[in-house]
């Protein structure tokens, strides 16, 4: 049997990732002591990957070789296993391969066994996925927030984003939205009751945010100058959890804010977080997720693209922020 997936030819510039991966068949590998093969249904599309491709040595996590093939979270069924938890058939999440078939080490690759009564599988990568996980532990335990304060997300429209400004409004937070364009502003203060949006791309960021009254809570997606604007309208002893960078992932930049003396003056903290720090948690994590979930209170929008070798454009809108919510591909069964 061969397997289709889709491998790291050279490291992409910018969002040219067309010219760095190409989608190429193997024989599929029979599993070792203690992994699984599972035929993927679906793939998520995360922007932290995006660092996987790079060269960077610095990274929370090594680059990818060249010649390997892309990974990122599937949701599929077993197929295989050398693994007594993960029996044949067993539907699971794992970090695995942009393929037809992951095959895995059931430990390393972080891969949990999903309950079949949630109908819709999408769920698992987003509220109840990573993206939940990620956006619960930023805003309560890493930001800190407090009932009564102002919450401010960047990519609030993205998977994660959205998740977060969700979560600060049940723990009875003002929330703020910072999204690219009037549309997904408008979403975001008519269909999730944001108390406000701010559109980055329409210019003069630093003084649409004083409208906030102040930031207590910045829950940082996006990293670049957006964060200077922010530091210079926080509130004192306010706190900065930083997800993620996306600003600095495509343009090959690094984060470095000129308002960093603002961390000073308004006695800010600013700490970064990370999804193995926490993935102990998840257990508990989920359980508060699907109560919120099953109630009707967090909500997520799917972008999905159907098969595997339209994965690059999937990933690419997702970066370059085409989409509202979770990017999804689907693989034919």
């Known amino acids: 049997?061969?397997?289709?997936?889709?491998?790291?030819?050279?490291?992409?510039?910018?969002?040219?990732?067309?010219?760095?991966?190409?989608?190429?068949?193997?024989?599929?590998?029979?599993?070792?002591?203690g992994e699984i093969v599972i035929r993927n249904a679906m793939l998520s599309m995360d922007a932290g990957t995006r660092m996987w491709m790079s060269d960077r040595e610095d990274g929370y996590q090594p680059p990818l070789p060249l010649g390997a093939a892309m990974s990122g979270l599937v949701i599929g069924r077993v197929t295989a296993s050398r693994h007594p938890d993960f029996p044949e058939g067993t539907l699971v999440r794992a970090f695995g391969q942009w393929g037809d078939f992951s095959v895995v080490d059931a430990g390393l690759?972080?891969?949990?066994?999903?309950?079949?009564?949630?109908?819709d599988w999408?769920?698992?990568?987003?509220?109840?996925?990573?993206?939940?996980?990620?956006?619960?532990?930023?805003?309560?335990?890493?930001?800190?927030?407090?009932?009564?304060?102002?919450?401010?997300?960047?990519?609030?429209?993205?998977?994660?984003?959205?998740?977060?400004?969700?979560?600060?409004?049940?723990?009875?937070?003002?929330?703020?939205?910072?999204?690219?364009?009037?549309?997904?502003?408008?979403?975001?203060?008519?269909?999730?009751?944001?108390?406000?949006?701010?559109?980055?791309?329409?210019?003069?960021?630093?003084?649409?945010?004083?409208?906030?009254g102040g930031i207590d809570?910045?829950?940082?997606?996006?990293?670049?100058?957006?964060?200077?604007?922010?530091?210079?309208?926080?509130?004192?002893?306010?706190?900065?959890?930083?997800?993620?960078?996306?600003?600095?992932?495509?343009?090959?930049?690094?984060?470095?804010?000129?308002?960093?003396d603002q961390v000073l003056m308004r006695r800010l903290r600013i700490e970064g977080f990370f999804s193995p720090d926490f993935m102990h948690h998840g257990p508990e994590l989920t359980a508060r997720l699907r109560q919120w979930h099953e109630a009707g209170e967090l909500d997520l929008p799917y972008d999905v693209t159907h098969g595997l070798e339209n994965t690059l454009v999937a990933y690419d809108r997702m970066l370059s922020g085409k989409n509202m919510g979770k990017v999804i591909v689907e693989l034919e069964a």
């Open 1 to 33: 049997m061969t397997n289709r997936f889709w491998r790291i030819d050279a490291r992409p510039e910018g969002n040219q990732f067309t010219s760095a991966l190409s989608l190429v068949e193997a024989p599929l590998a029979e599993p070792g002591e």
């Open 122 to 212: 999408r769920a698992w990568f987003g509220p109840l996925g990573m993206n939940g996980w990620t956006a619960l532990w930023g805003i309560e335990s890493t930001g800190a927030a407090k009932p009564g304060e102002t919450v401010l997300v960047s990519a609030a429209a993205g998977a994660t984003g959205l998740l977060a400004c969700q979560i600060a409004k049940l723990l009875g937070c003002e929330v703020w939205g910072m999204a690219g364009g009037a549309e997904k502003c408008a979403a975001l203060t008519r269909d999730y009751g944001l108390t406000g949006a701010i559109d980055y791309k329409a210019g003069n960021v630093r003084a649409a945010l004083a409208a906030t």
């Open 109 to 119: 690759s972080g891969a949990i066994v999903l309950e079949e009564s949630v109908a």
């Open 217 to 260: 809570v910045y829950f940082d997606n996006v990293g670049g100058p957006l964060l200077d604007d922010v530091l210079v309208n926080m509130n004192h002893y306010g706190r900065v959890a930083v997800c993620g960078l996306v600003a600095d992932y495509n343009s090959g930049t690094r984060t470095h804010p000129s308002e960093f």
